[in-house]
């Protein structure tokens, strides 16, 4: 689960992060009452979305105006920002060309800024270590940086059976250049963060840029922070933080039904159970010369209800142009997913082709149940051979 900057940075304040001071506001009004009670004479007005890349990008109805975040030297620019960003949308490298609307904006004091840092906590599941990573190259997409020149980036593993030792930061903050009363406060900064990541059961915690200020200070200019959804049950407080109109409709709907679904780019609807075998269907489709339109797992014990659901959901997806259906049934049994497919097909008048392999308990019940649908859906022997048919079928439908 993502929570949006400001939301974030009052988590880290808590746990004594240095974050700077700011106010969240939904109305041009609300912007400058927020300009109000800062400082100034400088203020930054953010936009709120769920991406990043906000400086660099454009809103739709003004591509070759300001980006998402914008300078302001007055309440009178704080306001003019405000209303040029609040309902448009704002497009950026990370949310596609449809971009995203902004709905609430961030109002922030003004920095003197020396360096720009990047710094970021994070779950490494090759080593089961907690990671810190740090680089010289603050402000900028830290994927460009390691295409480019991954030996700006630094690491240190973190056991966590033992936590965070002072040298861990010591040896980014000689990495980085850093020298003086600069290499206690990134220590000081660092236990911080670990605290935050750690209690919060965080997935990632990342600061882009981390700054050196004028005086020495350092201080999170942007902060963003992704949680274990397998945690949450843990913190009511921040599952309520959820601003559902940042996500994407279709996997809303598949929590309710507790599936796990991932929205893709793709033609070939799937619908699989277990995560291997779903992550070996997606590559099988591609192979084949295709792409997939969604991970989705049903799970081991899934219902009629529950397959009938998963259905719906993939053809919801107007980029849906055929669906392969791919169960090996060991707890789950071949004829529910039968009977769910054929009760979410006839429901739904599917118009796109099918094809569904079936294998495991049950199975021949199973394709019973499909041949004596009345529903043309193409049964398969193999997974290479649903792969081969749902991509030839869409081909053919084309």
Wanted: hydrophobic share 45%.
């Amino acid at each position: 689960m993502n929570i949006h900057e400001y939301q974030a940075k009052e988590l880290l304040r808590g746990y004594g992060v240095s974050v700077l001071q700011g106010y969240v506001a939904w109305t041009p009004e609300e912007a400058v009452q927020a300009a109000a009670k800062l400082p100034g004479p400088v203020y930054v007005v953010k936009s709120q979305i769920h991406a990043g890349g906000r400086g660099a990008g454009h809103f739709k109805d003004d591509p070759n105006g300001k980006g998402g975040v914008r300078l302001a030297k007055s309440p009178d620019e704080v306001r003019a920002a405000a209303e040029a960003m609040l309902g448009h949308t704002l497009i950026t490298k990370q949310t596609g060309p449809h971009g995203r609307d902004v709905r609430r904006i961030y109002v922030e004091a003004g920095c003197d800024i020396a360096r720009e840092l990047y710094f970021a906590f994070l779950v490494d599941r090759a080593s089961s270590r907690i990671v810190l990573m740090a680089s010289t190259e603050g402000g900028m997409e830290i994927e460009e940086v390691a295409s480019h020149t991954p030996e700006k980036i630094q690491r240190v593993t973190i056991d966590p059976a033992t936590g965070i030792f002072p040298y861990h930061s010591r040896r980014l903050a000689f990495g980085l250049g850093l020298k003086g009363k600069q290499i206690g406060a990134l220590q000081k900064f660092a236990d911080a963060m670990y605290k935050a990541f750690i209690a919060l059961d965080c997935s990632i915690v990342e600061i882009n840029p981390l700054v050196i200020t004028g005086a020495g200070d350092i201080v999170a200019l942007d902060a963003k922070i992704s949680f274990d959804d397998n945690a949450l049950y843990r913190h009511p407080e921040i599952a309520g933080l959820r601003d559902e109109s940042e996500e994407d409709p279709k996997e809303l709907e598949a929590a309710k039904f507790d599936l796990n679904y991932v929205a893709l780019d793709g033609a070939i609807g799937c619908m699989v159970n277990g995560a291997g075998l779903a992550m070996a269907t997606m590559d099988i489709i591609k192979l084949y010369g295709s792409s997939p339109a969604n991970f989705l797992d049903v799970g081991g014990g899934a219902t009629r209800e529950k397959v009938t659901a998963a259905f719906k959901i993939i053809l919801s997806d107007p980029n849906v142009e055929g669906i392969l259906v791919n169960i090996f049934g060991g707890i789950m049994r071949c004829d529910v997913i039968a009977e769910g497919v054929v009760a979410a097909a006839r429901e739904v008048s599917l118009n796109v082709p099918l094809v569904v392999r079936l294998e495991g308990t049950n199975v021949a019940l199973g394709k019973e149940i499909l041949a004596n649908s009345g529903l043309p859906i193409i049964s398969a022997d193999n997974l290479a051979d649903a792969a081969e048919k749902i991509v030839h079928a869409v081909k053919e439908a084309a």
